[in-house]
């Protein structure tokens, strides 16, 4: 049996050290990329820029400043310009106003997850609210190899084949 703390943990580890490059979406998810930007093309041929590393979050975030929630998925809602100017307020906190870089990483048995970053900032995923959804994938953008999925507060089965 996978202990979902210690593989949550080994596999986000490459983070720490790294900065949080760009913050976007795909319509109300949370898109977080961390390293050096790099042109990748993607399986259908776009050609696309991301960081080093992507993290993918469907389920609710929030970020904190020394202990003060400062956003939550619900910057992500609304109508599509409403969105579109919460993602931007994002990448400015988190990338533009940087660097943010990721000193540590804890995580928990229910696919949750704390990014610990500098200037006293934090991403908390709270994984496992919704049973059989994807709750977040992480993945290195350009790479065939597997994302990998927490689904419903677990690891999906295909992220460990």
């Not at 720490?16 to 042109?39: C, E, N």
């Not at 990014?115 to 496992?128: K, Q």
Request: proline share 4%; hydrophobic share 40%.
């Amino acid at each position: 049996m996978t202990n979902t703390k210690r593989e949550i943990t080994r596999r986000l580890s490459v983070l720490i050290g790294l900065d949080v490059s760009a913050v976007s979406h795909a319509a109300d998810m949370l898109t977080v990329h961390f390293g050096p930007q790099k042109p990748y093309t993607t399986r259908r041929g776009t050609v696309l820029e991301g960081g080093a590393w992507a993290l993918h979050v469907q389920c609710p975030w929030r970020i904190m400043r020394a202990g003060v929630i400062v956003a939550t998925q619900a910057v992500l809602a609304g109508s599509d310009d409403a969105v579109h100017r919460g993602a931007k307020w994002l990448n400015t906190l988190l990338v533009t106003d940087g660097p943010m870089i990721v000193r540590s990483l804890s995580a928990t048995e229910s696919g949750g997850l704390q990014l610990s970053m500098s200037n006293n900032f934090c991403l908390e995923v709270v994984s496992g609210t919704v049973p059989d959804e994807e709750d977040w994938r992480f993945f290195e953008p350009g790479s065939d190899a597997k994302h990998f999925v927490i689904e419903g507060g677990k690891i999906d089965p295909w992220s460990l084949s």
